[in-house]
């Protein structure tokens, strides 16, 4: 049966294939983006876009009155470094933004929300890897910590108003349509100045790890989740999965796979490490797989073959 679904972000990187991936189940599809950094080229046409900020009155409304059963949250500041420059504008779109859009979803009777959160910046440094859900949560950026507060937002929404929600923490995301110029993204700026015969920028000694996981695996986590389940009694880490492989990835390492993906042979430029940023992270995936079926299906080397043909074609 169709259902009717509002993502918000929808024309950006992630939220983009998380609109294809309902439009392929057959479902009536509303993308909410202000275009600062998504594309309505990335919008199928059988999705309807809507051109407003998440903070606005008209973000709200469209919530309140659009009869959505599914709200698909992935519009947000997604800049680790501009939110250790400027927390308070990182709040503001973050934090204040989902609870403008939660405000109308309370008033429509949405009764899904699948919130896009961080599993890279909510759990901080320390834990034991790979991280599962119940572990510390410590962010060191205010990017993380918007974050792990709209989590808290979510539950307490879910508690007082009867509002379901799941949070999917991403481990680092890559992919076609990712920006190299207005979104985080090391694989789409690697991709992007190896194709231009430029130089690599590794910041620190380049050992810090990521945990890669390719956009289609992630849209259709996204497609599992607004349907599954909910454990009872509520809680914020049982309703919460990791999106990720478990498998630690060094941008040392990521450089010499792209270079080989691509057939270039790059010059590595060395930079200070970057504020705010983790050493190493690695998701564990295991309730994923166990509560919703879900597992990354796309190896590195596949995800990054697919991510360089984008790239030459774009």
């Not at 999917?168 to 190896?194: C, D, K, M, T, W």
């Not at 995936?285 to 991510?307: F, I, V």
């Amino acid at each position: 049966m169709s259902r009717r679904v509002l993502v918000t972000g929808g024309a950006g990187f992630i939220g983009s294939h998380v609109v294809d991936a309902h439009v392929a189940a057959g479902d009536e599809v509303t993308v909410l983006d202000d275009l600062s950094s998504g594309r309505a080229a990335n919008v199928p046409a059988a999705a309807r876009l809507v051109r407003a900020d998440v903070r606005s009155a008209t973000a709200r409304a469209l919530v309140a009155d659009g009869a959505f059963t599914i709200l698909n949250h992935h519009a947000a500041q997604m800049d680790v470094r501009r939110s250790v420059a400027d927390p308070v504008f990182d709040a503001d779109v973050n934090v204040l933004g989902l609870l403008n859009l939660l405000e109308g979803a309370r008033a429509g009777g949405v009764r899904r929300v699948v919130f896009a959160s961080s599993g890279g910046t909510v759990y901080g440094e320390g834990a034991s890897l790979p991280i599962p859900e119940t572990a510390a949560k410590l962010p060191a950026s205010p990017y993380g910590t918007a974050k792990l507060a709209s989590e808290y937002y979510l539950a307490m929404f879910s508690q007082l108003y009867g509002v379901e929600a799941v949070a999917l923490r991403y481990s680092n995301v890559y992919g076609p349509r990712q920006n190299p110029h207005g979104e985080a993204g090391v694989v789409a700026i690697f991709g992007s100045r190896l194709l231009r015969g430029e130089p690599l920028t590794v910041f620190g000694d380049g050992e810090q790890t990521r945990d890669m996981v390719f956009v289609k695996d992630v849209a259709a986590a996204n497609l599992v989740a607004a349907t599954c389940p909910l454990p009872l009694p509520l809680d914020l880490d049982a309703r919460a999965y990791n999106v990720g492989t478990a498998i630690e990835t060094s941008v040392n390492r990521l450089a010499a796979l792209m270079a080989e993906v691509s057939g270039r042979r790059p010059d590595v430029r060395r930079a200070g490490a970057r504020a705010g940023e983790l050493r190493r992270n690695a998701l564990d995936p295991a309730k994923a797989k166990r509560e919703l079926g879900w597992m990354p299906d796309t190896g590195l080397p596949d995800g990054l073959a697919a991510t360089i043909r984008w790239l030459r074609e774009d």
